[in-house]
Nanobody, 121 residues
Framework: QVQLVESGGGLVQPGESLRLSCAAS????????MGWYRQAPGKERDLVAT???????NYADSVKGRFTISRDNAKNTVYLQMNSLTPEDTAVYYC???????????????WGQGTQVTVSS
């Protein structure tokens, strides 16, 4: 099986920073795009940032200039550096990746189980 494991979430005060990591493991031939999504209680799951295998990034307007997504292809890992956090950033953050598991298969979408980020004074 393929597993995505997030780490780095926690409780911080407004203005502080967190760095999330997500490592993919298991039967993997290659990974296409990776990304981060978040879901606050009672709300839809929204895109935060994505990054292609070549390093092209895309950000939600609400995090642009504050968050940075990056990846280490050799480690099958994607990161999300979150600066200047506000209470509105409070949510469960989910890692996503398009992964090819065999030479003869196309990409399939995989999700981590999520990590809680809480920003509160």
């Amino acid at each position: 099986q393929v597993q995505l494991v997030e780490s780095g979430g926690g409780l911080v005060q407004p203005g502080e920073s967190l760095r999330l990591s997500c490592a993919a493991s298991g039967s993997i031939v290659s990974i296409n795009a990776m990304g981060w999504y978040r879901q606050a209680p009672g709300k839809e799951r929204d895109l935060v940032a994505t990054i292609t295998s070549g390093g092209t990034t895309n950000y939600a307007d609400s995090v642009k200039g504050r968050f940075t997504i990056s990846r280490d292809n050799a480690k099958n890992t994607v990161y999300l550096q979150m600066n200047s956090l506000t209470p509105e950033d409070t949510a469960v953050y989910y890692c996503n990746a398009g992964i090819r598991r065999t030479v003869w298969s196309s990409n399939a979408d995989y999700w981590g189980q999520g990590t809680q980020v809480t920003v509160s004074s």
